[in-house]
């Protein structure tokens, strides 16, 4: 007998329909209006592993008492915990994902236990998590000059961005600040699950984050996990690298073994990280056969590993900055029970370009590793996209009164009143409704730091100085404090100066405002100044 019951999940992006079907395992599919915006993945084409039975389940529940993690003794795991993703079957080998609550993967669980780092109160699973990162490297204030009686303000020059989240390091007493999830998408048939979060600055700073992130986790059976990401910069100052960062605990798996060009493998277990040539601490991905492993013996083909598949050619599509290549370093001789990796690739990073990066996790003895990797090291990818305004999907916009304010939303109202893109069309700007917490009122705007927390940034140059104009009138964002939510993602819009009004139907934006504190610009356009497409009669 099928039972379907419908289950309600609340999140904050607003209410999401689950039907769970019981036959014996516990389902779920996820009826998401996030469908459109999140259905923007290219495909892929690598091989499947599915020979036996299996199934691959979203759980919305943390089991926390089902096993001891062992996490940091003041972490508790409800904090960052959003969704596992079980690989379910009593013929193979079983694995679960947790993705966290700024849609970073902070936990990889099977036969051997918990292979995350147990995290640090200063750093909730913001660092020692597999996660997007990337740099404003030009922003990076190594011109300001270093004063011991204020530490803070080299900080309040950060231009790093993490899809996770913020450090609760920075500011006494503060709770973890996670990026904020704007859409996800459970898809059964293709056994993947997709999340969008708005990656952020990691501390208070006078620069601002314009990278939304992307990710799709998709289960290949086996043991093998495919992790696409697509990276969309809507900032002015381009990004200098794609850098997925993450890692596992030593403990678990204390040594390390690279491909060969050949498929074949050798040890490399640095014994510190970040330092050039230092026992061999980087690699180009050209010097490897694509992959790279930590397991508990790397002596025996028949000892549990992890293995983090990057691929050997990432320059044959896309501009570089030097050769793409892969770091790892552990921190035995540390405080912290993390060996790290990251795979960096230096791009010439166009802003308003939607980028594409593909990975994969394997999981298994070292040698079922070593034989999966091999065969998936040419379906690691990289590559500039172009979503054009021609091809690209839409979704239509409704009228919506939220308390006092008249606002647009993507949830259906006899009102429909233009559309915009499902996606980031090369060049477009994201659209927000957005809250202020302080006097609860709804807007829209194109700038997510519109009305959040700030303060002004005290310049430590004098007037006729170099560096004085680069840093006087600057404002430091405080994302965090919880003075704005953001509500929903609307879609994206196109700046006038960058439409196609020969070819397409546009109007101004500020032609559907009826109420003048709808539309919020901060320190991005104006509603006049970006087009969205009418309704076809």
Request: proline share 8%.
């Amino acid at each position: 007998m099928m039972i379907y019951r419908i289950r309600f999940t609340p999140g904050r992006t607003g209410f999401f329909a689950a039907l769970s079907l019981l036959t014996g395992w516990a389902g779920e599919i996820v009826l998401s209006p996030e469908k459109p915006l999140m259905d923007l993945f290219p495909a892929s084409s690598a091989p499947t592993f599915f020979e036996k039975q299996s199934q691959f389940v979203p759980q919305r529940q943390l089991e926390w008492w089902a096993r001891d993690k062992k996490w940091h003794p003041e972490l508790d795991e409800r904090n960052v915990f959003h969704v596992t993703l079980q690989h379910r079957s009593v013929t193979e080998r079983n694995w679960e994902i947790s993705i966290g609550k700024g849609g970073q993967l902070y936990s990889i669980y099977s036969s051997f236990g918990e292979a995350m780092a147990p995290s640090t109160p200063g750093s909730q699973w913001n660092d020692e998590v597999w996660q997007f990162t990337t740099i404003y490297e030009p922003l990076l204030g190594n011109d300001l000059p270093s004063n011991p009686d204020d530490p803070t303000r080299m900080k309040f020059a950060n231009a790093y961005v993490h899809q996770s989240g913020t450090y609760t390091k920075e500011e006494k007493g503060a709770r973890a600040f996670y990026s904020p999830i704007l859409g996800e998408h459970f898809d059964p048939e293709k056994r993947a699950f997709s999340i969008l979060s708005w990656g952020q600055i990691p501390s208070p700073s006078i620069n601002r984050s314009g990278v939304l992130v992307y990710a799709q986790y998709r289960d290949l059976g086996a043991g093998v996990i495919e992790v696409t990401y697509l990276i969309y910069n809507f900032e002015e100052e381009p990004m200098t690298n794609l850098s997925p960062w993450g890692g596992a605990r030593t403990s678990v798996f204390p040594e390390h073994v690279i491909s060969n060009p050949d498929g074949t493998y050798r040890f490399f277990t640095p014994f510190s990280y970040g330092f050039d040539e230092l026992e061999g601490c980087r690699i180009h991905f050209e010097d490897t056969g694509g992959w790279g492993a930590m397991t508990a013996n790397a002596a025996d083909p028949n000892s549990y590993a992890l293995g983090v598949v990057f691929g050997t050619d990432l320059d044959r599509k896309g501009l570089h900055y030097g050769k793409p290549r892969y770091d790892v370093g552990d921190s035995r001789h540390g405080t912290r029970d993390y060996t790290v990796q990251a795979t960096v690739i230096n791009i010439q990073d166009q802003p308003g370009t939607p980028h594409l990066l593909r990975m994969y996790f394997v999981i298994g003895t070292l040698s079922e590793v070593a034989e999966k990797a091999n065969q998936l090291a040419d379906f690691a990818e990289y590559e500039p996209l172009t979503f054009t305004e021609a091809e690209t999907p839409r979704v239509r916009l409704y009228q919506k009164r939220i308390g006092g304010d008249l606002v647009l939303t993507r949830t259906p109202t006899p009102q429909p009143l233009c559309e915009v893109y499902a996606w980031p069309v090369n060049g477009s700007v994201p659209l927000f409704l957005m809250k202020n917490n302080q006097t609860g009122r709804h807007f829209m705007t194109t700038d997510p730091y519109a009305q959040c927390d700030r303060e002004p940034f005290t310049n430590p140059f004098k007037p006729g100085d170099e560096h004085y104009e680069k840093y006087q009138n600057r404002t430091v964002y405080r994302p965090y404090s919880g003075q704005t939510d953001w509500i929903e993602l609307l879609g994206f819009v196109l700046p006038q100066a960058k439409a196609d009004t020969r070819a397409f139907k546009y109007t101004p934006f500020s032609k559907l405002l009826t109420e003048a504190h709808a539309f919020d610009a901060g320190d991005k356009l104006d509603a006049k100044h970006l087009m969205v497409r009418p309704l076809e009669k």
